[in-house]
């Protein structure tokens, strides 16, 4: 990847107010920059722009060099036309920025933006391109609006390239009256000079939407890509008629019986559960079929109807009968044959009453009846 520094020219003149190029002149080179910021800081992380006016009452940097897409997108914004366009001067501070970059190690270019009559002779002209060419610097030039400028533009390129030993450096792009300047900046060699169209996809966004753009906004502009393309499928199948639209329609018929289908058993929402008891539900069974037991539901079922028949007959036992059922009750699903036996010793039975008092408290309540 190429390391570059690189400053942006825009022509600000008056005549950059007119509508030839939709809305305005100076807003199309305005998008045309926007794409450009964005291709050249895509291409090496450690790229430089930076951009300045070039009318005659405010040629001046606007933004230093800087890899910030956001600093130049917000400075490019704050460009406002007015004064004469003043070529040789605005590529003269730009060449001077260049000069004064911090890494040296960046190659030298400059892209002039020319929507207005050039002022300067053509001697100048020539003068300035073997300065710029003896500095290493390359220029770009993009001229629209103005025809009568294209045969000296065109002779300030073909000074800045003469005697390169591998290739052009500097290109002039005409872009006409009608044509987007962004478009054809796309396309031509100041952003493809290899012909890859890897910097084009770069300014364009990479896979349309990815590169410098923000991944969270590109996944938006994808969605709504996605949900247009949808809405024109459908347009075209309803203007096509109902024959051509039938056999490209399975999903709605599918969708429907799926819907008629009756839900499982697991999935009713009676049976719904939260996350908590879904967990325990799922222990239960776990537990249950490492020791072997299978569910008995009517077990279940008529154990509510026994705990009433209990509740009921509690009010009718004594205060004895009542420990000896909560006894029973406790032990009732221990197997140990022993406990059983136990449960069932009448002796027993008595000398746990008379130690706890209770057949005293019985003996006392019937003598005081």
Known sequence: MTLEATYICVD?????????????????????????CGAKTQMNPENGVGFLTMADASVKIVETLTPDLGRLLAALTAVKPGGKLDLVKGLQVGQLGLKHRMNKNQRQRIIAFVGSRVGGSEKELVQLAKKLKKHSVSVDIVAFGCEENVPLLKKFVETVNSKQQDRDTSHLLEVHEGQSIADALLSSPILNPDGTNDAAGAAAGGDMFG?????????????????????????????????????????????????????????????????????????????????????????AAEEPAKQEDVAMDEAE??????????LKLS??????????????????????????????KEEEKKEEK
């Open 12 to 36: 600000n003149s008056e005549t950059m107010r007119n509508g030839d190029f939709a809305p305005t002149r100076l807003q199309a080179v305005t998008d045309a920059c926007n794409v450009l």
């Open 211 to 299: 590169g410098y753009v923000d991944p969270e906004l590109a996944m938006v502009l994808r969605m709504s890509m996605e949900e247009e393309r949808a809405r024109q499928e459908r347009a075209r199948q309803a203007e096509g008629g109902g024959d051509a639209a039938a056999p490209a329609e399975p999903e709605p018929a599918a969708a429907a019986a799926a819907a008629d289908a009756p839900m499982p058993d697991a999935a009713q929402p009676s049976d719904i559960l939260s996350p908590e008891e879904a967990a325990i539900q799922r222990a239960i069974q776990m537990s249950m079929e490492e020791a072997g037991i299978a569910p008995e539901e009517p077990a």
């Open 317 to 326: 036992l004594t205060e004895e009968q009542q420990m000896e059922l909560a």
């Open 331 to 360: 032990m009732q699903e221990n197997t140990d044959p022993e406990l059983d036996a136990m449960m069932e010793d009448e002796a027993l039975d008595a000398q746990l009453a008379s130690e706890l008092g209770i057949g005293k």
